[in-house]
């Protein structure tokens, strides 16, 4: 038992990741990643290089050295680059390099032969750039014009798309908008950043995963990757049914954990309400923190009222008669107070007030709206349209 236990520690350890500023003779790394590798040298990995890179230390710390600056320069890394080091066990290191507009320096470009030709395992190439934060970024932040260029498509801008972010399996949606400036992730970013006790210390990688779906990891001000031990296989185990949902154009449904009555996950396939084709046909929704349902309109809809999953509206409390206020902005004063109640035990419709929230949000058949649950009874309301 002891031996399994060394071996899963040893696993975790291969995932951490540090960011760091470059710098040219010499790279400063924390103190943990240099434990780690343990020995003298590492054998660090960037686009087709490999060198032996000696591991020092004085009164500072520890730091790459001997091997460092040919490295770089082979690599063709600059001032102003950032880098994201990664440890994969035996003092063997992979390093991304993020341009002075802070994208991955392959953005726009095909990935290596190499990684072109792995392994159909291997994770894919995805773009991805750093946030480093300040004051008005912890409101709105300006996402890099580079990455809208070749990674946000037009539909989505046009259409004023939400982002969905995926942070060890906790998803939060922000609003995007655009003006003369660019691109900006706004309404719902704060609370995110809230939410997760991100603050201006703690630099971000966000990797764009398709269907306008991030996920994100979040370093600490020594550059070490928070909680990097537990954040791949959270992320991994999210990431494919978020790539499907909210935001897919082809909606499919997304995999649903509940509680059984003792208080365990019924397996898929089990019978129960979610796998009645009446309530797969137009929606998606997650019930875990934060939970969300997402409705394509239609003429039923738009007309007599919005019918949402019973056991949908059971996971969040929602089981009798209320007002449910909608809000399209959380920054806006401007709501509309819906009635909802139960429907013949199979759903649960809010009728009155959806017909004047339509009308005055020029609701159209096709369009999709996704309600995120800030509280039972208090939604944001992210429309997209078709």
């Not at 046009?158 to 995926?166: C, H």
Request: hydrophobic content about 40%; charged content about 20%; glycine content about 6%.
């Amino acid at each position: 038992m002891a031996s399994s236990g060394n071996s899963a520690a040893a696993a975790a350890r291969k995932h951490l990741r540090v960011l760091l500023p470059f710098s040219c003779d010499s790279l400063r790394i924390p103190e943990e990643m240099a434990g780690e590798i343990g020995a003298g040298e590492a054998r660090i990995v960037g686009r087709l290089k490999v060198r032996g890179v000696e591991v020092a230390r004085d009164g500072g710390g520890a730091f790459l050295r001997r091997g460092w600056p040919e490295f770089a320069d082979a690599c063709g890394v600059s001032p102003g680059c950032s880098l994201v080091l990664r440890h994969h066990g035996g003092g063997v290191l992979t390093v991304k390099v993020f341009d002075a507009s802070c994208c991955l320096r392959e953005l726009g470009s095909p990935p290596p032969a190499s990684e072109a030709t792995a392994s159909s395992k291997a994770a894919p190439w995805k773009p991805q750039f750093i946030c480093i934060l300040s004051p008005d970024s912890m409101e709105n932040l300006l996402v890099p014009a580079k990455f809208v260029q070749h990674c946000i498509p037009k539909e989505h801008l046009n259409n004023r798309a939400a982002a969905t972010f995926d942070l060890l399996g906790k998803i939060s949606q922000v609003e995007l908008e655009m003006n003369q400036s660019g691109v900006f992730f706004t309404s719902g970013w704060s609370q995110f950043l809230a939410f997760h006790s991100i603050t201006e210390v703690n630099p971000l990688l966000l990797r764009y995963e398709s269907n306008m779906v991030f996920t994100v990891k979040v370093f600490e001000c020594d550059g070490c990757q928070r909680g990097s031990k537990h954040n791949d296989i959270a992320m991994q185990q999210n990431v494919e049914e978020l790539q499907e949902a909210p935001f897919a154009s082809n909606l499919k449904r997304c995999k649903i954990e509940l509680p059984s009555s003792e208080g365990e996950k019924i397996p898929e396939g089990s019978k129960n309400p979610l796998n009645k084709p009446s309530l797969q046909r137009n929606s998606v929704y997650k019930i875990r923190p934060p939970a969300w349902i997402q409705k394509h309109m239609n003429a039923s809809t738009l007309k007599k009222g919005l019918a949402l999953a019973k056991v949908f509206c059971d996971a969040i409390g929602l089981c009798k008669p209320c007002t449910i206020t909608l809000k399209t902005s959380i920054s806006s004063t401007e709501s509309w107070p819906v009635c909802g109640h139960p429907n013949k035990e199979k759903s649960y419709l809010l009728v009155k007030g959806w017909n004047t929230f339509c009308q005055e949000n020029s609701l159209k058949q096709r369009d999709i709206c996704t309600f995120s649950v800030i509280e039972t009874t208090l939604w944001h309301v992210v429309i997209i349209r078709c």
